[in-house]
């Protein structure tokens, strides 16, 4: 059963454009990260959330938790080509088991 | 260099016939997992270790095997391998325990026919 559903499935947008991602599950996690996953590669993380509400920035990209710690979001400005990739949200859950739970996944394509 | 190595990158087998991919860590890191990664279902974990000998469950661990005999090492066994476990593998470990950063291997193309 997937917990984590992620919307869009796909975007394509011409550079310099905005955009959100979104990460949403019915059930509550401890910490949600985003990774990055370029063609070829294993995913890289990006960022940790852990508190409800918390807000993290990295250069131009911004990254929300939400205050019932059961969705996410992740904001682009002003897309670039070198931001092209597969973006994954992965929720933990950190009592009496220590797995973790990724989101579908949304792949973003940046257009010069 | 600090990473993640897999072996092999790509694998082709038949049904049935066992097969094992390796994946080693050379930043002492105590969590380890394995992923597997299909179209529009994005990595589902098999299952992760916290530590040497401890191991547990991910959320699709039927059909797998794993061992952790070592802190480094932590190979994962398709015991008797079927087309459904066709897929990209992904061997990740972390310094600790979740939401500790996990570091990611290359992958292992598995084609089971």
């Known amino acids: 059963t997937q917990l984590l559903e992620q919307s869009p499935q796909f975007l394509s947008i011409q550079e310099g454009e905005n955009l959100t991602v979104y990460c949403n599950s019915s059930?509550?996690?401890?910490?949600l990260q985003w990774y990055r996953q370029e063609p070829g590669e294993g995913p890289v993380l990006l960022v940790t959330?852990?508190?409800?509400?918390e807000v993290k920035k990295l250069k131009r990209l911004t990254f929300q938790f939400g205050d019932a710690r059961k969705d996410s979001s992740l904001h682009i400005t002003a897309a670039q080509p070198g931001d092209t990739g597969l973006y994954l949200c992965?929720?933990?859950?950190?009592?009496?088991?220590?797995?973790?739970?990724f989101g579908t996944g949304t792949r973003l394509k940046v257009l010069a | 260099e600090a990473q993640v190595t897999q072996n092999p990158r790509y694998l082709i087998t038949v049904t049935g016939k066992k097969l094992t991919v390796t994946c080693s860590q050379n930043?002492?890191?105590?969590?380890m997992s394995w992923y597997r990664q299909d179209p529009g279902l994005g990595l589902r974990q098999i299952y992760y270790?916290?530590?040497?000998?401890?191991?547990d469950k991910g959320d699709v661990p039927e059909g797998y095997k794993v061992s952790r005999k070592e802190k480094r090492n932590f190979p994962l066994i398709l015991e008797s391998p079927s087309p459904n476990q066709t897929s990209l593998y992904f061997c990740a470990s972390s310094l600790s325990r979740p939401p500790a950063e996990q570091y990611f291997g290359p992958g292992t193309r598995l084609t089971v026919t």
């Open positions: 270790s916290m530590n040497v000998e401890v191991t």
């Open positions: 992965a929720g933990a859950r950190t009592s009496g088991t220590y797995k973790y739970i």
């Open positions: 059930s509550v996690f401890s910490s």
């Open positions: 959330v852990v508190t409800g509400g």
């Open positions: 930043m002492n890191h105590e969590y």
